[in-house]
């Protein structure tokens, strides 16, 4: 790991609150941390990669609320499965159209909280990986009930095509985990898997396994995902692989939203290819190439947050 410390952001609490989101064999509750004044009309929902959870972002949700004086609150869900958030009845519920569908009950619950006195005005989506595809989903169609349309969309070294050789990767870990004597050990544990965060801090990576583990037998811990996401990710094919890129390219043509395109220039998910191609059509994104990382940036560091922040809260 880098040696570099990231200094942190003025600490802010961050506020628990649960939704609950229809599946095809009954109800789940999804967790989403809320930084931020409850009442703010413009909202940045982040989401996470496949086996992470939503407190990966909480040095860029404090610099959003900081920076922007309390006109920013930001929403950060454990996807279903993952953090706080409950377990699916089959790991076949574990998609992205599910999980589409539980950020669009997370909105509307938010709205409804507010009433007529502060309703969402401006929403922005910040998805790393597998929360970049959840909201090219929301994004690339005009017609979901969003509160307001996505105005700015930052796609975290993810886009609609992405390279075989990194499913197998992700099938060869995703779930595959056992139990750690403490937290050091757990994070070691992670970090050899991710090697492509790129530069960041032993006193941040510790930060963020904290919230990556929980309690298991005998005193140990273990991660805090559902083991059965795994099972879905295996079951993914080639050939089902690239239909469903066709069906993202449908969707990220459609999108309106004002883009910022993260690639980490050592990525084996995203292509240099894919990425230019993203600047040229649909919402013709901006790309930014980040040198050290691969897949994908944690959006941790001091330099990475300012270009986030910039993009979301600048004119």
Do not use: K
């Amino acid at each position: 790991m880098d040696m570099t410390v990231t200094p942190p952001e003025p600490s802010t609490p961050a506020h628990l609150e649960w939704v609950s989101c229809p599946h095809p064999e009954g109800q789940h509750r999804m967790a989403y941390w809320c930084w931020g004044p409850a009442d703010a009309r413009h909202v940045v929902v982040c989401v996470h990669g496949l086996t992470r959870q939503g407190r990966d972002f909480d040095r860029l949700a404090q610099a959003l609320v900081a920076h922007s004086q309390g006109a920013v609150q930001v929403i950060c869900p454990d996807v279903a499965g993952r953090g706080r958030s409950e377990w699916l009845p089959h790991p076949a519920l574990y998609q992205v159209p599910q999980y589409a569908g539980d950020m669009l009950a997370m909105l509307a619950q938010l709205q409804a909280q507010r009433g007529a006195a502060a309703p969402i005005q401006q929403l922005d989506w910040v998805g790393t990986s597998m929360g970049g595809l959840i909201g090219m989903v929301l994004a690339g169609q005009p017609g979901l009930p969003l509160p307001s349309p996505i105005r700015r969309l930052v796609l975290n070294d993810v886009g609609p095509a992405i390279t075989w050789s990194s499913v197998q990767r992700m099938q060869a870990f995703v779930g595959q985990y056992g139990q750690y004597q403490d937290l050091d050990e757990a994070a070691e544990a992670m970090w050899q898997l991710s090697q492509g965060f790129g530069p960041v801090s032993p006193e941040v990576w510790r930060e963020m396994s904290v919230h990556m583990t929980r309690p298991g037998t005998e005193g140990r811990l273990t991660l805090h995902y559902d083991p059965a996401i795994g099972v879905a990710v295996r079951a993914l094919t080639p050939e089902a692989a690239a239909a469903g890129e066709a069906m993202l390219w449908g969707l990220y043509d459609q999108i309106q939203a004002q883009t910022l395109l993260i690639r980490g220039q050592d990525s084996d998910l995203l292509t240099a290819e894919t990425a230019q191609a993203m600047t040229q059509r649909g919402p013709r994104a901006r790309l930014d190439t980040w040198p050290g990382c691969g897949h994908a940036p944690t959006l941790t560091g001091v330099d990475q947050i300012a270009v986030v922040r910039e993009f979301l809260l600048g004119d």
